[in-house]
């Protein structure tokens, strides 16, 4: 669009000017603007497409994946992403809803375009603040109507519009600096205003005509606009956009609103507001008194607690940057009078507790700290909290706070810790040392991370004074699981328990216990108590407070119960990465430090985190350790699961109730065509139900366990919980077992008179208990050592979460613990992922198991032998890789150590040489630069087995004494 054209219009547009640089929007936006009066139903059009834009210009800035190109699927798209707020997102939908009135109810109301207009107008700021970080306050200017187009009945209906959006107006243009009185400055706000309407109103016939001459050239850029393809977003500039996005949803305060604002944050906190003629230090612990003649200026509050003076707050008008203030901020500090110091806490010292605050944001210094930086928080700190930090710098003064003692750790002892915990340990300390907010640990499903989180609690307890930390779980049942692993978890320095030493509580219905230095909970939980809610029993798994679904982002507001310094560590552990999105601002109202636990980092995941991966350890890092077991991949297909079906008309079918679940039979009028995503969810196929079921049946003992006479213990991911129900049934008749033979476990199991937990505990414990049915309840967290088979009779929504499911298999296990539930086998050396509706044929990266080959198609004689010729190709030292991971499950300790001496190194390190060599950030650099740079690579990892051509005979003549062959051909004599 015309550049020259483009400058016109934004000069004339009363309301969408400062939207220069995006000309689309610029054009609807302008046009709407002349089109509320003399042609509504045109304007509503207009601002539809203005929102339909801007959404999908986030879209692109962001990054996100979106389920269509539908303006509600990418509003939604961004309200899961955090990118929207509530309110922002109602405004969307604002904008959404009425246009589709306007189109199919002809709506041409014009109270519903001037509605329209100052809704595009509210998301066309928010827009232009989350890009530029301006906060200036900008007002809409109300369009008058014109006599000569509007019925003088109109203009009477919409006198009350009119009015309360020009005091509105009115309201942004306070100023009181300059000013002689509060009166004065409104007046001139009044007058202000009033002058912006007039301004606007003389050149709408203008804007009108710009508006048309540039018709065309919209025209033209909106079908470049659709046939744009979105460019990659980084994680970083993804997070990055979506904070100033959130930041830019605060609507900027005049000064006198974030006088009175600060006024009501600073009660909330239990503080007790005062002036200074009317001091009183008595009234309450915590005294804010306002404007306040300091040595060096004039303080707009200053702090006192106990009596005693400890901080002062500078207040600045929106549009400031709280950081630009940060030196006038320790000019007060530390510019008390002589009479003032006599008050103070510490006479010789500035005060030590600094904030900047507009209103809608609070900074935070802490001079106590080694290095004071200034940071954000939800809201002022309560006056117990500030006498606590100052008791605890009394106490000790080399390290007064959290943060210096974070400093000045103890060197974490190893013993008891596998090395990518010890990793990780050390990993999180050194960023927390750095006063990194937030930080992230990538481990394998298995590979111990609640350890490590606890281990990490611990440490901050005992040698940093955490006074509390909070445990997020991803659904309620884990949090039984991991206050059972806080309770086990003995302290490396006297052996007692973790729960001996400090408290550990869940969060009830009877709220959080004071004395508990460890709260676990969900997500869902923390949030409904943050809103004051009733919560259910600890122990009632209720699935609404299990889901992750939301029609609209969380926002939450103060609570004096739970302030945000309530907790000084947030471990996340494995949690559904909407917590950062439409969840996140549970987390970013405390100001704590974040640990996430994850084995499978999405961009979200990473972009929330701000990069800061402080260790990783990869599944196929934990298999070569011999901390996980390799899987393997049994696909089953059937017509129906690859391409639905079709019941003609005429036939009689039964359909249920999927509340009661009770039967009818009924014929089809019509034909009736389902496809493959609808088998479970809206149609359960019996027939291909069962066909996949005797497959499974009739391949377990030959193809799948060969050998085996004993079901393994194997979990069944159904859709629903009528899916499980079917499910369990067809179990039950298809291996003609009993019902201890196969067991649903759901949320639903409870109202069936069943406890869930009692029936996880059997399927870890009972030899009778084969195959468990669930939907989501054990599909992530949940350990059962045990479970040999993972079977897919539901699709998964993303990798991260397929990862977690698949982690219900990857656990070791001892083998006379194994033997007493599974008597047929000796050690558990693998798992089988049995996958019958395609779930393994996504785009998971992570779903690609090490065993690249079968033992038909190479045997491990023959990878040893290119092994030692050192011709493997990736594939084969990936399979190499797994089979002796395989094998070093099966050795004795006697063999393992001979293995150790032959090779001159742990095995365990020859397989996680060939495991990073294979690893994808190796292998696609190697790659890009050539096959001999890929061979090269291989050639380094298997050279320690191809020097040692005797350590090479002694495995394959290990693995023969472990195998026994069982001859079917031959005849007896």
């Keep these: 669009m015309d550049p020259r054209y483009i400058s016109k219009l934004a000069e004339q547009s009363a309301n969408f000017g400062f939207l220069k640089s995006h000309p689309l929007l610029l054009w609807y ?36 994946q979106t389920v269509g190109g539908r303006f509600h699927q990418h509003v939604q798209t961004l309200s899961a992403s955090g990118a929207l707020v509530p309110h922002i997102f109602e405004a969307f939908n604002r904008l959404r809803n009425v246009g589709n009135q306007a189109v199919h109810d002809h709506l041409g109301e014009v109270r519903f375009a001037l509605d329209s207009l100052r809704t595009c107008f509210e998301l066309g700021v928010w827009f232009h603040r989350a890009l530029t970080g301006d906060r200036t306050p900008i007002g809409f200017v109300p369009p008058s109507p014109p006599p000569q187009h509007v019925p003088q009945s109109v203009v009477d209906g919409l006198h009350a519009e009119l009015r309360r959006y020009r005091q509105e107006l009115a309201q942004t243009k306070l100023l009181l600096t300059g000013r002689r009185s509060l009166a004065d400055a409104q007046a001139a706000a009044v007058a202000e205003a009033e002058r912006a309407v007039r301004e606007a109103d003389a050149g709408r016939e203008s804007t009108v005509d710009l508006v048309a001459t540039l018709e065309a050239q919209a025209e033209e850029a909106q079908r470049e606009f659709d046939s744009r393809r979105p460019a990659r977003v980084s994680a970083a500039r993804r997070e990055e956009f979506i904070f100033r996005a959130r930041r830019a949803s605060r609507e900027p305060l005049n000064e006198l609103q974030t006088r009175a604002e600060i006024d009501r944050q600073l ?52 549009g400031t940057a709280p950081r630009g203030a940060e030196a006038q901020l320790d000019r007060y500090l530390g510019g008390l009078t002589a009479e003032q110091r006599m008050r103070a806490w510490r006479r010789d010292e500035p005060l ?39 008791r605890e710098a009394d106490d000790d003064p080399t390290t007064p706070t959290l943060r210096a003692r974070l400093r000045r750790m103890p060197a974490l002892d190893g013993e008891g810790l596998r090395p990518a915990q010890v990793d990780a340990i050390r990993g999180v300390e050194r960023s927390l040392s750095e006063d990194r907010a937030r930080s992230l640990i990538q481990m394998a499903t298995g590979a111990g991370k609640t350890f490590t989180a606890v281990t990490v609690s611990y440490r901050l307890c005992r040698h940093a004074r955490a006074n509390r930390i909070l445990f997020l779980v991803d659904r309620n049942n884990l949090g039984k699981q991991t206050l059972r692993e806080y309770a086990a978890y003995r302290t490396p320095d006297d052996r007692r328990t973790f729960t001996e030493l400090y408290n550990v509580d869940r969060l009830s219905g009877a709220g959080m216990l004071g004395s508990a230095t460890v709260v676990i909970s969900t997500i869902q939980r923390l949030f409904g108590a943050l809103c004051g809610r009733e919560l259910p029993d600890v122990d009632l798994d209720d699935p609404a407070y299990d889901s992750y679904d939301r029609d609209e982002p969380a926002e939450v507001g103060y609570n004096p119960q ?13 949690c559904h990465r909407s917590i950062y999105g439409r969840w996140r601002a549970v987390l970013e109202y405390f100001d704590a430090f974040t640990v996430g636990l994850t084995a499978t980092p999405a961009k979200q995941t990473m972009g929330f985190f701000q990069q800061n ?103 069944i991911l159904a859709r629903d919980d009528n899916h499980a129900e079917e499910i369990v049934t067809m179990v039950r008749d298809v291996f003609a077992r009993g019902n201890d033979f196969a067991q649903k476990i759901t949320y639903a199991s409870r109202r069936e008179g069943n406890n869930p937990d009692d029936l996880i505990q059997v399927f870890r414990n009972s030899p009778e208990l084969r195959i468990a049915v669930t939907v989501d309840m054990i599909a992530t967290g949940t350990d059962v050592r ?101 094998l070093g499950q099966q050795l004795t300790g006697e063999e393992r150590q001979e293995l150790d001496e032959l090779a001159g190194q742990p095995m365990s390190q020859i397989v996680r040489g060939l495991v990073d060599a294979v690893a994808p950030e190796q292998l696609n650099a190697a790659r890009e630069a050539g096959r001999d740079a890929v061979q090269g690579l291989m050639a380094t990892a298997l050279r320690p087995l191809a020097a040692r051509p005797e350590l090479r005979e002694r495995i394959m003549a290990i693995r023969r004494a472990h195998d026994i062959t069982i001859d079917e051909v031959s005849r007896g004599s």
């Excluded at 046009?31 to 999908?56: H, N, P």
């Design 267 to 318: 009660a909330a906190a239990g503080w007790v507001v005062q002036h200074e003629n009317q001091l009183n230090l008595n009234a309450c612990q915590g005294v804010a008194v306002r404007k306040v003649t300091l040595a060096t200026g004039r303080a707009d509050y200053l702090l006192y607690v106990d009596q005693r003076l400890v901080g002062a707050i500078e207040a600045k008008r929106e």
């Design 29 to 64: 936006g302008a046009g709407a603007e002349t089109l509320v009066y003399v042609d509504a139903q045109s304007s509503i059009f207009k601002t539809r497409a203005f929102g339909e834009v801007l959404a999908r210009d986030l879209v692109q800035r962001t990054g996100v």
């Design 352 to 390: 030590p507790f600094g904030y900047l605050a507009t209103g809608t944001e609070t900074a935070f210094v802490n001079g106590l700290d080694p290095f004071p930086r200034t940071r954000e928080v939800f809201a002022f700190h309560r006056p117990e909290t500030l006498a606590r930090w100052m």
């Design 562 to 574: 739970i302030p945000p310094e309530t907790f000084d560590l947030i471990v996340v552990d494995e």
């Design 613 to 715: 991966l402080v260790s990783e350890y990869t599944y196929e890092q934990a298999v070569a350790d011999g901390v996980n077991v390799n899987f393997d991949v049994y696909r089953i297909r059937t017509q129906i699961t690859e391409a639905g079906e079709r019941i003609e008309a005429g036939t009689v079918v039964p359909l249920k109730d999927r509340r009661t679940r009770a039967e009818r039979y009924q014929e089809l009028e019509e034909d009736f065509a389902y496809e493959s995503s609808e088998v479970g969810r809206s149609v359960i196929s019996r027939g291909q139900l069962r066909l996949v079921l005797e497959t499974f049946r009739d391949r377990l003992f030959t193809e799948i366990f060969p050998g085996r006479s004993k079901v393994p213990k194997t979990l």
């Design 786 to 886: 045990p479970l040999e088979c993972v079977f897919f009779l539901r699709p998964v929504p993303s990798a991260t979460y397929f990862e977690q499911m698949k982690g219900r298999g990857a656990r070791t296990i001892e083998p006379a613990e194994f033997q007493a539930v599974t008597e047929d086998a000796e050690v558990k050396e693998r798992f089988v992922i049995v996958d019958a509706v395609g779930v393994t044929e996504l785009r998971l990266d992570e779903a690609v198991p090490l065993e690249r080959h079968s033992e038909r198609q190479v045997s491990l004689a023959q990878l040893l032998g290119k092994a030692g010729r050192l011709s493997a190709t990736p594939d084969e030292v990936a399979t190499l890789a797994s089979r002796l991971s395989r």
